[in-house]
């Protein structure tokens, strides 16, 4: 072995291993020079260009600056955005304050790799990575009208403020991990509050250079930006519901937004809901998947608060409507509380040019006092457009007319086909419904009909049910047209002391024969052919003034009129009052038995 090479070798390693020690140690005592010495630097230069750059409308502040030139990371720490509410008035006399004013807090700012020798060689900031690690933001949105047509490039160029010190500034991707954002609305005369916690938002490539500022490619001086949000719940004022939505996803540069689910839980059970309440009110549950939004104007949403979108689409879901009429009514009145209303009333200016409803199942439930039982009704595979959704005001408005276009399978059998028209503009809430259902075996509707209207349909083969109405928030008016044949109904009384329902034989032989018209056209071949003219009650909803106005069509249709209305009640107090004597001669037949023994 040749142990001088050796004792060389180790000389050379020493010699190696002291360089290297003393450059780290040269290093850190560099870091730490540089962050003793870099905060009032930093915090001079940046709060400058920040004042510069927002017309002296925002400060920025910082605890400590911690810098290691070695790896090109640095850190900020107590880090605060505060915008200066006197500079802010006063920017407003001069119409050049903006519509937002945002309240930043955070522990830690973390600068990833932000490359020192391009800054002292080429003058270029260049960062891989800035991370806000659960920043504390508050936006506060006040609409003002000079604002109203500004694009979203700045006036002036930010280039402008930093040429001096940089060619270029740029950030590759800026990360708001597990952010906290607190949205304040101040164009209300109360202001209203949103908060969403966990949110998380990465901003892609931010640019200020020569040519940035004009590159319409960009928006805020930014290539893209993406907002997540996973297991969102919010609870509603009245304590009945929660709101949640799975997958919040946006990309700005496609102008998409996907929510993987989102849902309207109530908290309470059906047999629970109406009882917490103290009345009977409509119990919704609705789901949907995979809520898709094209073409959204992001610049609008940050400057005005608007949500405005090319096209939406949901691929399936359920919604679920019960009602348990056990419980006493609750009789409010319901004017002004039509869809097309109730959207002009939404606090978000809203305008989706078109909605793709794909596979939606709707069933509406009620339990019934008087029966004891639930019926039910549903909508199988709802799909269909609706186009021009809109609340916009008058004067941006340019079609008043919302409508819808839907297909689906009533009792998951007869094919209904519906349209609807919506004036959002009419002072009555005018709208219209116009469709038909076709090929339907009438017994389906049993599940309907025998625990609500007290009706069985022994048989029925519906083939076309079609109708045209026009109606407002006070009367509808149109026509129906019922094709049937075979029709043949069962009236039904609860069972005494028990929860099933049985059939009255007699008065349901004397409807069939004397009333109801077993088929329409007749066998002579008549028509009967409904007008429709009925007025809504204030209490009545909007469904339940639909449905009424139909009913009022199937009932000309099969012959029952007003006139045999009358009738059949007649008929069925003269029944009970001869089964109340029969009752009455039996017991007496029974007391003078036991008299006589």
Sequence with gaps: MNFKALFKNKKKWKWI??????????????????????????????????????????????????????????????????????????????????????FIRLQKLRIKRFHPFRIYFDKKLDVDLLLFDRPQITMVNKSLSFNENKPPQPEQSPYDYVKKIFKSVQVNTIDFKNASFKYVNRNGAIPETDTISNISITLKDWLIDSASAKDKTRFYLLKDAYVYLNNYIYATPDSMYYIKANQFEFSASQKKLNIKEFSLEPRYSEKDFAKVNGYARDRYSLKLNNIDFYGINLFAYIKNRELIADEMGIADGTLAVFNDNSYPKLLKDKTGKFPHQLLQKIGIHTTVKKIKLNKLNISY??????????????????????????????????????????????MGQGKLNVNFKFNVLAPKADFSYKGQLVNMDGRQLNYITKPLAMLMIK???????????????????????????????????????????RRLGILSLL????????????????LTLATVSYERKPTNSFFNFIWRSLFQGVKHSVGLSKQKEMEIKRYVTKFENMKDDRERRRMRRELRLKANK
């Design 511 to 526: 409807a069939n024969a004397m009333v109801i018209y077993s088929d329409n056209p007749s066998d002579d071949g008549k």
């Design 459 to 501: 048989s029925c083969l519906i083939r076309r049910f079609a109708f045209d109405i026009s109606a407002n928030e006070e009367v509808a008016k149109g026509k129906v047209e019922f094709i049937y044949n075979d029709l043949s109904i069962g009236l039904m009384k609860r069972h005494e002391g028990g929860q099933r329902l």
């Design 17 to 102: 291993f002291g360089v290297l020690v003393f450059l780290l140690v040269l290093t850190g005592l560099a870091a730490w020079y540089v962050s003793s010495k870099i905060k009032p630097f930093v915090q001079r230069e940046l709060a400058a260009v920040v004042k510069k750059a927002t017309n002296g409308l925002y400060d920025i502040r910082f605890e400590k600056v911690m810098v290691n030139p070695l790896t090109g990371n640095a850190s900020l720490t107590e880090v605060s955005l505060i915008p200066d509410t006197l500079v802010y008035k006063k920017l407003i006399a001069q119409r050049k304050a903006p519509n937002n004013l945002y």
């Design 365 to 410: 439930a009620e339990f019934d006092k008087q029966s004891g039982q639930r019926g039910q009704i549903n909508f199988k595979n709802t799909s269909g457009i609706i186009s021009n959704v809109t609340n916009q005001p008058k004067v941006k408005r340019k079609n008043p007319i919302i409508e819808a276009n839907l297909e689906s399978y009533l």
